[in-house]
């Protein structure tokens, strides 16, 4: 069953594409793929309308922003029925995934916009101090490109375009063409609140589409997806040496310690690699418990996924979103029997009425097997067993990816302190995944886990150019330095040194 198919081109002969449920193989609308023309001019008219959407003060900008809760609470029916039309997800999950914390991430950025976005004063240090004065002015980038991908289609795409938009600048969205209609809500809910049309505009296709947005004449990239992707989006932006934002993929671990809460880490294990079909960049992909734990951990586990339901009439793990990652899961969890795994639980699809992995467990895993090494993206929780928390770290840090990370322990301290030696993007105590949902938290990952960040207090200037506006204090006729140079020019600065440098004392006044 193809999610995605070729239909017949449009009247003016446009590509179109077909889409298919994952959870039934029913059809659920279609799109028309936008060109590389279409694509030049709606930047073209981006750019033109932007710069009255600028002018308006962040304040302003933010009210029309905020107005967007109400009206995605009132549509929040009709948004999560396109949700679960192009992705089978549960209803729960359309709700705690998509549309929660889409509301949450439009009232606090609309918060912050006016503080974080307003002209600033910087204190200037030591000898400056007396002469100048800095402002910090923000200003937009321009128009900016966001592509979003298919497994949280509604608030991986609403986040980074409320944050552009709140920052003064026009927005061409383009979502997955796995999930082009949960991704258009965004621009229609937005349009709804009082966002001018051509300030925020909607491209559909695939990757064809997707290079034009890149290549057109936009001031930056905001992209979620795979590693292969970023990594051509990366080049494109370098070759026009405009800046983008990658938020790539993980292979997260969880680290079981000693001291964890044993029924805790288990609920956890299961629910944080399970939750979404286990489509999140941020699911728990690798457990590693400590071996005194261990087998108390993996028999809890085995438990509670046995009695997860999913399928046709399941209410808990619904089907993977797209055909190609159910041959991915397949693939990977028989070369890891093929290698010695052992599947305590599930192991095997179920394609008759849609694309269903059913919920595994697999235990003797090593990391010569593609399940702990490459991103699964299915509700498998592959478990190793540890010596100890340093074999845990070692083994941890032993992945080309780094996005986040998880530690169970009742021990803060020591939490933090194993916290500090994983080589992530953020790690999480007794938890998973929640972080990307913390704004004031900055989220981003190391190695091949993406570029940049978002989120976090610099957020919403990270869609700006922090220009730095010096200002003259006393406006001199001349300055001292200045042509034409005499002994008492010199002598001056040959004063500042030696007053303002010579002692320990000094030194610290000047800073």
Known sequence: MAIVQALPPTADGRRRLGLSS??????????AVSTPQDVTAAVAAARAAQREWATRSPRERAAILRGAIEILIARQDEVVETIRAETGKPRIEALTIEVLPSCDFLNYWSARAPKDLADKKERLHGYLRPMKKLLMHYRPLGVVGVITPWNAPFVLSMNPVVQALLAGNAVLLKPSEVTPHAGAWVVRILHEAGVPEEVLQLVHGDGETGAALVAADVDKISFTGSVATGKKIAQACARRLIPCTLELGGKDAMIVCADADVERAAEGAVYLSMFNSGQVCLSVERIYVVDSVADEFIRLVQEKARSLTYGAEGKDVGPLFWDRQLDIVTRQVEDAKSRGATLLVGGGSETASGLFFAPTVAVDVTHDMELMREETFGPVAAIARVADEEEAIRLANDSPYGLGGSVFTKDKAKAVRIAKRLDTGSVVHNDAAVIYGVPEAPFGGRKLSGL????????????????????????LSTERNWYPYTEKSVRTIEATLKYGFGTALARRLMR
Not at 22 to 31: M, Y
Not at 452 to 458: E, K, L
Not at 460 to 471: S, V, W, Y
Request: aromatic share 6%.
């Open 452 to 475: 940049g960040q978002v989120n976090g207090r610099d957020a919403l200037r990270g869609f700006t150019h922090a220009q730095p506006i010096l200002l003259d204090r006393w406006q």
């Open 22 to 31: 994952p959870a039934h193989g029913g059809a659920v609308g279609e799109i």
